[in-house]
């Protein structure tokens, strides 16, 4: 891929990382008003579609966004570029993406 | 005058050897007549590079107490209030001798950014009418004074980081060159600039806004190239 596509890639996960972190931010500081359980949780997130579906983008924008930019780190400080570099950043991806989403399973089937 | 300058001087080409001169003050000094000075009445052996002598050439720059500036345009009262200068070739580029640097990898850095005017394919066109007031046009002109002085890629980090990255003056001149409505060039230059070490590489420190002695400001136009090449990207044109 381009240096160019990965950082349009980059950028506009940026732009949903911005949206998603403030919402994450926010459930995070209402949710332990009354004290946390993990039982106030699943009750928010069981079922529900639309916690679903943010957490979904949520997760999807962070494993695109955190290889694109940790790749760029390392080829800047450490020097390991080239496509054992990408495909360390490919794998990590990929980690990110199937934790999250399993965790965003997790409590949506729970 | 007051008590004479206490100069150190970089000498040799591997920053080992530091020579110190006193230097007698003179009104309106400048670092360059400081180093005109030692030359002609001390060491004649020191190896400096000037030509105008008024700002006009960019060839005398060196770092001035540890910063990049034209040696012409810096009176001595300015950058060395205390009486003491420190004087070393310009960072980021190879020592010829003393304060002369090779400015070769600087220039080939502009070919690489396809610094150069590419005339647009329809030559039998009538001349190319550019109103003043356009944006393109201002953007060009505010990009345009730069002289090539190397002081930027002194100041810049990145440049030291990594020594593949283009730099401020190669993609501030490629910023005036697609913002030129006359040139035809302007894919393969956008080609060239959106790399790794290419305007990404740009950290957005601002050093060579900072130490532009035109006040140009190469960051600006860097963010422009980002913008430039990120439209490319999205019409499918890189």
């Known amino acids: 891929m381009s240096a160019a596509r990965l950082f349009l890639l980059q950028r506009v996960s940026a732009a949903v990382l911005a949206l998603a972190v403030l919402v994450h931010l926010a459930t995070i500081i209402l949710a332990v008003r009354g004290g946390l359980t993990a039982g106030e949780i699943l009750a928010r997130t069981s079922g529900n579609v639309a916690w679903f579906a943010f957490y979904i983008v949520f997760v999807v924008a962070a494993a695109i966004h955190a290889p694109i930019g940790l790749r760029t780190i390392l080829r800047e400080w450490t020097g390991w570029r080239g496509r054992s570099c990408d495909l360390a950043?490919?794998?990590?991806?990929?980690?990110?993406?199937?934790?999250?989403?399993r965790a965003a399973w997790a409590v949506f089937a729970a | 005058m007051s008590s004479p300058l206490s100069v150190a001087v970089q000498r040799g080409t591997d920053g080992s050897r530091i020579d110190r001169f006193e230097v007698p003050r003179q009104s309106a000094q400048t670092v360059l007549d400081v180093v005109t000075w030692i030359q002609r009445e001390a060491d004649p052996t020191l190896a400096y590079r000037f030509a105008c002598r008024v700002g006009m050439c960019g060839s005398c720059a060196m770092?001035?107490?540890?910063?990049?500036?034209?040696?012409?345009?810096?009176?001595?009262?300015?950058a060395a209030p205390d009486g003491r200068l420190m004087l070393a070739p310009l960072r980021n580029l190879?020592?010829?001798k003393d304060l002369v640097v090779d400015m070769a990898p600087f220039f080939a850095k502009w070919s690489a950014a396809r610094g150069a005017f590419a005339?647009?394919?329809d030559l039998d066109a009538d001349f190319a009418?550019?109103?003043?007031?356009?944006p393109e046009r201002r953007a060009a002109d505010a990009a345009i004074e730069c002289i090539g002085c190397g002081v930027c890629y002194a100041a810049c980090d990145v440049v030291a980081w990594r020594s593949d990255y283009l730099g401020p003056a190669a993609l501030n001149r490629a910023w005036t060159l697609v913002n030129d409505v006359r040139d035809g060039g302007r894919q393969?230059?956008?080609?060239?600039?959106a790399e790794e070490a290419g305007c990404y590489a740009c950290h957005s420190h601002g050093s060579c806004t900072r130490h532009c002695p035109k006040s140009l400001s190469p960051t600006a136009a860097i963010a422009g190239l980002k913008r430039a090449v990120l439209r490319a990207a999205l019409r499918g044109e890189l």
Do not use: Y
Not at chain 2, 66 to 74: A, D, I, L
Not at chain 2, 188 to 193: P, V, Y
């Open chain 2, 94 to 96: 190879p020592v010829v």
């Open chain 1, 89 to 101: 950043m490919i794998l990590f991806a990929a980690v990110l993406l199937v934790l999250g989403l």
């Open chain 2, 188 to 193: 393969e230059r956008l080609a060239a600039i």
């Open chain 2, 119 to 121: 005339p647009r394919a």
């Open chain 2, 63 to 78: 770092t001035v107490n540890g910063k990049p500036r034209w040696t012409c345009r810096t009176r001595v009262e300015t």
């Open chain 2, 129 to 134: 009418v550019v109103p003043p007031a356009t």
